[in-house]
T-cell receptor, first 114, second 110 residues
Framework: GAVVSQHPSRVICKSGTSVKIECRSLDFQATTMFWYRQFPKQSLMLMAT?????????EQGVEKDKFLINHASLTLSTLTVTSAHPEDSSFYICSAPRGTETQYFGPGTRLLVL | RKEVEQDPGPFNVPEGATVAFNCTYS??????FFWYRQDCRKEPKLLMS???SGNEDGRFTAQLNRASQYISLLIRDSKLSDSATYLCVGSGGGADGLTFGKGTHLIIQP
């Protein structure tokens, strides 16, 4: 069964609005979670590392004021796309490492900004 | 700069054939490598880890060559259900983010 959930799975919004995406680890605690973005026919690109109890670390070129990350608890990280624009339309996926195993991915959130 | 390079394909292969993918990585500090499978419009799912000693799981065999910074995946007796995009992935290890290749698109034809 799924070990990481994401909500919503799909969202359509108007340009200028903000969208919040939740990522939850199920049955395990994750002090670290990762947020990726995938444009059509492109690879997944790491956007940021979400750290429970401290600030997220962002990859080069990712605007921290636009993509707000909050790691509220050991099982929940949220990504808020602020003032979304059509170029933010993408597939957003979170992942969480469980122990020493590799990472488990959420099912992804497909964002379409009109 | 972390990079993982793959041939994007597509690889069109008849059912039952053997197919091999390769990828190269540029970050010699990468510690762990994986092959993920991603179906259309879905999240990637771990297929197998890659070790220098080789790793075999049923019809799938993965190999890591650290000297050449080269990773391979071999699929024997391919099935229609093997059609997907195969992502070569590197990691600094532990709680590091993953670096993905762009993926190799495989199409198994009946």
């Amino acid at each position: 069964g799924a070990v990481v959930s994401q909500h919503p799975s799909r969202v359509i919004c108007k340009s200028g609005t903000s969208v919040k995406i939740e990522c939850r680890s199920l049955d395990f605690q994750a002090t670290t979670m990762f947020w990726y973005r995938q444009f059509p026919k492109q690879s997944l690109m790491l956007m940021a590392t979400s750290n429970e109890g401290s600030k997220a670390t962002y990859e080069q070129g990712v605007e921290k004021d636009k993509f707000l990350i909050n790691h509220a608890s050991l099982t929940l990280s949220t990504l808020t796309v602020t003032s979304a624009h059509p170029e933010d339309s993408s597939f957003y996926i979170c992942s969480a490492p469980r122990g020493t195993e590799t990472q488990y991915f959420g099912p992804g959130t497909r964002l379409l900004v009109l | 700069r972390k990079e993982v390079e793959q041939d994007p394909g597509p690889f069109n292969v008849p059912e039952g054939a053997t197919v091999a993918f390769n990828c190269t990585y540029s970050n010699s500090a990468s510690q762990s490598f994986f092959w993920y499978r991603q179906d259309c419009r879905k999240e990637p799912k771990l297929l197998m880890s890659v070790y220098s000693s080789g790793n075999e799981d049923g019809r799938f065999t993965a190999q890591l060559n650290r000297a050449s910074q080269y990773i391979s995946l071999l699929i024997r007796d391919s099935k229609l259900s093997d059609s997907a995009t195969y992502l070569c992935v590197g990691s600094g290890g532990g709680a590091d983010g993953l670096t993905f290749g762009k993926g190799t698109h495989l199409i198994i034809q009946p």
